[in-house]
């Protein structure tokens, strides 16, 4: 699976927009990019995968660059509840999603 | 649905002990995940089974650790003897397709 590359930290305003970035410039045509966070003394939790396409959900905004050589997590309205570490995981997505966890960028919102 | 539940959440234990671990996944899921977390190491996966079936049992460290999944709605992951640098907590996560994985809350344990 491709390295990622986080920053081990950011602060942010709440009620600002969150840009995490993650490069994984070795990623694969066949690889795709997930996002977890872990909040404090809980387990992790999805927050959204890509493949290339840019992708929303209710929690989160992915947006892929075209050569897919890095990525970035949006949190359009950070809230204090958002403070957690991040993880960008690359993975292909057949090989059963064995997920490996990396340092992750440690997100304070502050208010 | 409750989500995935482990138990026990926190374990104390003393050296030489055998400890368990339990897992009930989310129902309909065909994934099972056992991670450990620590300062130095962080995530690390231990290993992690499909249609109850171990897949991949390489982040085990060593003949100590022990997982099983007799059926698709409990699993279990058994150290023994327990050593004071087997002191983590303890995830795990199910997960429908593979696509994701919902985690635990954890086992916290201690190897005194």
């Known amino acids: 699976d491709a390295k990622t590359t986080q920053p081990p930290s950011m602060d942010c305003a709440e009620g600002r927009a969150a840009n995490l970035p993650c490069n994984h410039s070795?990623?694969?045509?066949?690889?795709?990019v997930y996002w977890y966070r872990q909040i404090h003394s809980q387990g992790p939790q999805y927050i959204i995968h890509?493949?290339?396409n840019n992708e929303t959900n209710e929690m989160a905004s992915l947006i892929i660059t075209e050569d897919r050589k890095s990525s970035t997590l949006i949190l359009p309205h950070a809230t204090l509840r958002d403070t957690a570490v991040y993880y960008c995981?690359?993975?292909?997505?057949?090989?059963?999603?064995?997920?490996?966890f990396g340092g992750g960028t440690r997100v304070l919102v502050k208010p | 649905d409750a989500g995935v539940i482990q138990s026990p959440r926190h374990e104390v234990t003393e050296m030489g002990q055998e400890v368990t671990l339990r897992c009930k996944p989310i129902?309909?899921?065909?994934?099972l995940f056992w991670y450990r977390q620590t300062m130095m190491r962080g995530l690390e996966l231990l290993i992690y089974?499909?249609?109850?079936?171990?897949?991949?049992d390489s982040g085990m460290p060593e003949d100590r650790f022990s997982a099983k999944m007799p059926n698709a709605s409990f699993s279990t992951l058994k150290i023994q003897p327990s050593e004071p640098r087997d002191s983590a907590v303890y995830f795990c996560?199910?997960?429908?397709?593979?696509?994701?994985?919902?985690f635990g809350s954890g086992t916290q344990l201690s190897v005194l």
């Open positions: 996560a199910s997960s429908l397709d593979g696509e994701k994985l919902f």
């Open positions: 070795t990623i694969s045509g066949n690889e795709y």
């Open positions: 129902s309909g899921h065909d994934y």
């Open positions: 089974f499909n249609n109850n079936v171990p897949i991949d």
């Open positions: 890509g493949l290339k």
């Open positions: 995981i690359v993975v292909i997505k057949a090989a059963g999603n064995k997920l490996t």
